[in-house]
């Protein structure tokens, strides 16, 4: 199976990525937020220095108009011929005439804006005579001497505005950096996540290709992709041990029925060669028929089991009496028992209820009697035993005789479909009983153990607590 | 008895239509639920064997429709399903019995027959039960043969209880454990026949006449 999507260009596929998608959310938010910032910054001092222009012209004002009610025009003229004779100084002062013909001061003319306004704050250009220096706004306040005499203080905004375009400048340059050291980083990380992201792709390709040994590359750091993997591995391994076993199972359904199916066929062959007397074909045919319902009753075990496996039949589950079952199904073997010169008892410690299918468990409970009945040699003694969990866990169910029992090497491989430890096969059975009850515990949550009884095999079932049931 | 096949498997049906007259009974057969529900309606019956999958009508649906109408004939279901809850569902729809494919043709048999037995026994409610010299009295849960009393185990008079209501008629081992001992699976080995040999012990032993037959290839049967 080849994977279904076409070869795009890695540069699409990461823009398709959710890593890199992330990444792009992330650096337009920090874009947004640098830029916040700044502003703030500069809306801040921007507004302080304008403040603090504002404060000292209001000083200078007060100052000036201090000197012109104690010395008269001379003495402001005097003032400000001082003050502007300072070199760099972006103080501006102007004193007009009431016409307003300049009497002193570091402006050429009265400015237009302060001419077609009242008294008060204004801002214009200046224009200086110097060629090289190009208009540049200043702010000034104006206002009327007694005596007619117009004065205007002012601040060159030269610098400000130097400032506010550093400001802007550094904010550009901040943009600038924020994506181009962000969009890399973002690719990168990207790109990152989506080499891990392909080995797992590449894989699960490899592995619906057939090959069910491949596993996805765990880096070991633990992270999510790690886990990812990790669970990923986790799944295979299920499904390769199931896989496993539905091969096992299926050979072993061919071999084993091959030589029922065989019996039966020569059988059958038999019985048209000696075809003439009816009583032989009436037998050949009646043991055909046996031969039949052993195979059906192969299958429909298999059946039984596969249903349990699935889990399906758990909606039907309601609470079932275990002592009550313990009798049931002891009392439909201890005939059988007791013709082979076997004890079969029932010990049980009050009446402890478990969740689940009443026929199935009486399956696995009769299945297990069959077994300790069968291969429990006369005189021995098979017990049943039934008990309520000791400190919160569920209740136990016991079978235990005093058999040959299992050696323990062989006490995992029984529960498989189809093992019979008797390489005769000369007792009745399908191989099939053990992996009944295994199905069977696990559809129940149930805990299935094989231990040695000393002499002879105890099989514990260990149902889970009623509140985990 | 007059049955009505609903079975759209053509094979089957003309091998069970041919098995039941043989066994000297009357068949209709309809292929479909449709024509099945049709003639379930317009005609009397003493057992219907409905297939579970059938087309045009869910065999189940066809059961429900009926009872839901006040039909009550006895319903045998056949089923290639064979779980413990499709069983338990083919029950709750209103059917009577339950029986998985592929089945023994004398397993159906004893089955159906049993089906309409129970429908004519339904009225009567006895207290006491005979077979020639066997009585069983079901109030006094007392059973002697000949005049002379015989203990029965709990199990042993449920055992011969059914025998004895089916008497003449053949019972299956399945029919016994699925009736008797209300359990729905096939054990291993074979502890019904222990049963019947304990029962036998009891019942015919020093008697002239075995009342227990074993029907080879079917089941047993208890009659004179």
Not at chain 1, 116 to 122: F, K, L, N
Not at chain 1, 368 to 375: E, F, G, H, Q, W
Not at chain 1, 450 to 461: C, I, K, S
Not at chain 2, 111 to 128: C, N, Q, V
């Amino acid at each position: 199976m080849r994977s279904p999507s076409p070869i795009t260009p890695t540069a699409f596929r990461l823009a398709a990525t959710t890593a890199f998608r992330l990444a792009l959310a992330y650096l337009g938010l920090f874009v947004a937020s640098v830029l916040l910032i700044l502003g703030l910054i500069y809306w801040s001092t921007a507004g302080l220095i304008d403040a603090q222009i504002t404060d000292t012209i209001e000083a200078e004002i007060a100052g000036l108009r201090e000197q012109y009610r104690r010395r008269g025009l001379p003495g402001l003229i005097g003032v400000v011929r001082e003050r502007t004779a300072m070199p760099h100084a972006n103080a501006l002062y102007l004193i007009a005439a009431p016409g307003g013909t300049p009497l002193a001061g570091n402006l050429e003319r009265w400015p237009d804006a302060a001419r077609r306004s009242a008294p008060g704050w204004i801002t214009f250009d200046i224009v200086t005579p110097l060629p090289e220096a190009e208009p540049h706004p200043a702010r000034a306040a104006t206002f009327v001497l007694p005596g007619g005499i117009r004065l205007l203080v002012g601040r060159d905004l030269r610098e400000l505005e130097a400032f506010e375009d550093r400001v802007v400048t550094a904010l550009l340059w901040a943009l600038v950096l924020t994506v181009g050291l962000g969009l890399p980083g973002g690719w990168l990380f990207g790109r990152g996540a989506l080499r891990r992201i392909d080995a797992i792709n590449r894989t699960t390709g490899r592995i619906m290709a057939g090959d069910l040994g491949e596993r996805v590359p765990v880096r070991g750091s633990g992270d999510e992709l790690d886990r990812l993997a990790q669970n990923l591995n986790a799944m295979l391994d299920q499904i390769e041990r199931l896989m496993a076993g539905m091969r096992r199972t299926g050979e072993s359904i061919a071999h084993d029925l091959r030589t029922p199916l065989g019996r039966l066929r020569s059988r059958l062959e038999v019985a048209l060669m000696e075809a003439g007397d009816e009583d032989a074909l009436r037998a050949a045919l009646a043991d055909g028929l046996t031969e039949c319902d052993r195979l059906l009753a192969t299958f429909t075990a298999l059946l039984r089991i596969a249903q349990a496996e699935s889990g399906a039949l758990r909606e039907d589950f309601e609470p079932v009496p275990l002592a009550g079952l313990a009798h049931g199904v002891a009392e439909l073997y201890e005939p059988a028992a007791e013709d082979k010169g076997l004890t079969l008892e029932v010990a049980a410690d009050g009446d402890p209820v478990a969740c689940g299918s009443r026929q199935l468990l009486s399956q696995a409970v009769a299945n297990l009697l069959d077994n300790a009945v069968k291969y429990t040699p006369p005189g021995g003694r098979v017990t049943l035993t039934v008990a309520p969990g000791a400190g919160g866990a569920g209740p136990r169910l016991t079978v235990a005789d005093t058999g040959p029992g299992i050696p323990e090497a062989e006490r995992g491989r029984v529960l498989q479909r189809f093992v019979r430890l008797e390489p005769s096969r000369s007792t009745p059975g399908n191989g099939l009983g053990l992996s009944l009850v295994d199905a069977v515990a696990r559809l129940h949550g149930c805990r299935l153990d094989l231990v040695d009884n000393a002499p002879g095999l105890r099989v514990t079932l260990d149902f889970p607590p009623p509140a985990a049931a | 008895m007059k049955v009505l096949l609903i079975e759209d498997d053509r094979q089957a049906a003309d091998y069970l239509v041919k098995g039941l007259r043989e066994s000297g009974h009357v068949v209709d057969h309809a292929a479909d639920g449709t024509e099945g529900l049709f003639l379930a309606g317009s005609e009397h019956y003493d057992v219907l064997i409905v297939d579970r999958m059938l087309p045009g009508r869910d065999g189940l649906e066809l059961i429900r429709l009926l009872r839901a109408a006040g039909n009550d004939t006895p319903a045998l279901i056949l089923s290639a399903l064979g779980s413990v809850d499709d069983r338990v569902k083919g029950l709750r729809a209103g059917g009577d019995d339950y029986l998985t494919k592929p089945y023994a043709f004398a397993e159906l048999l004893a089955r159906i027959e049993a089906l309409g037995r129970r429908k004519a026994g339904a009225a009567s409610s006895e207290t006491t039960l005979q077979v020639d010299d066997l009585k069983m009295d079901l109030l006094s849960r007392r059973v002697e043969r000949a005049g002379r009393p015989i203990e029965l185990l709990p199990r042993e008079f449920k055992l011969l209880e059914y025998l004895m209501r089916n008497a003449g008629h053949v019972v299956t081992r399945t029919m016994l454990l699925e009736n008797v001992w209300d359990y729905h699976f096939d054990p291993q080995t074979n502890v019904i026949d222990v049963h019947i040999a304990r029962l036998r012990q009891k019942i015919d032993r020093g008697f002239p006449k075995p009342l227990i037959h074993t029907v080879r290839g079917a089941g047993y049967t208890l009659r004179a």
